[in-house]
């Protein structure tokens, strides 16, 4: 009995999960999650565009509960909507995405399709990804096509579990082209890994420890600047050496013209008495 109510559980949280995709298949849906809670029903939706889901003051997100509790008997189900931060690290957005490229402009830009996503999947920090593209394109046989980059793991716990995987299906005239995506998130930790004891050490720790270092540097710096300029004695400004002054002699000043006339008696006198 408990083995068939499990099966029943599932297969109607399977039938939400389509009818739930079906209703808001513009919206970019990554996951939806159904849990039962003492208040009733818990639906969680993961969205890349959680204001499709809402609607005009929430008249979306009313609908879908009365849908819901009509459809499958759901005792007061409770929607949550959760955004995803980002978009091509998730492999259902991505096959989503790819599933509208082709419906707006054909299998003939398979390539320029595939490839345009593995570009977007890498530059958003994936470590790996795979695309396989299998169906009419572009002949008339149904051939098999393979984009991929980085690396995946394809077996253990990691490619079990830590891998996204999803599948979608794009109808077009030609025919259906199925889409399956890969994508290995750059948080995976794998079991082969190999650190060493310089790498355990965690970044944080590290930048800290580079900044106090740089600090040390600088106060041993402005130290020796200071104990450099004390023990430095003043410097003596070099003295100009001072012009010398010439000494300008004064003129003789004029004698008298009466100390002439009696130096010349004088010196007569004296010729006389010789």
Known sequence: MIERQLIKEKIKEFQIQEYIQGRMSGAELSAITVKKTPLGDKITISSARPG?????????IADLTSELKQKFNLENPQIEINEVG???LDASIVADLMV????????MRFKQIGNKMVENIMRAGALGVEIKLSGKIPSAR???????????KKSGEASAVGIRKCTRAANLKAGTIGIQV????????????????????????????VKKAEAKVEETKVEA?????AEKPAEEKPKKPRARKKKVEAPA???PAEEIKESAEEKSAVEKGE
């Open 52 to 60: 499709m889901i809402v609607g005009k003051k929430g008249a979306n």
């Open 86 to 88: 980002n978009v091509f």
């Open 100 to 107: 509208k490229d082709f419906e707006n402009y054909g299998s």
């Open 142 to 152: 149904a051939k098999s096509w393979r984009f991929y980059a980085g690396y995946l």
């Open 182 to 209: 890969m994508i290995m998130p750059p948080e995976l930790e794998l079991p082969d890994k190999i650190f060493l004891k310089e790498d355990l050490v965690k970044p944080a720790e590290q930048k800290a420890e």
């Open 225 to 229: 600047k200071a104990e450099a300029v």
């Open 253 to 255: 000043e004029a004698k």
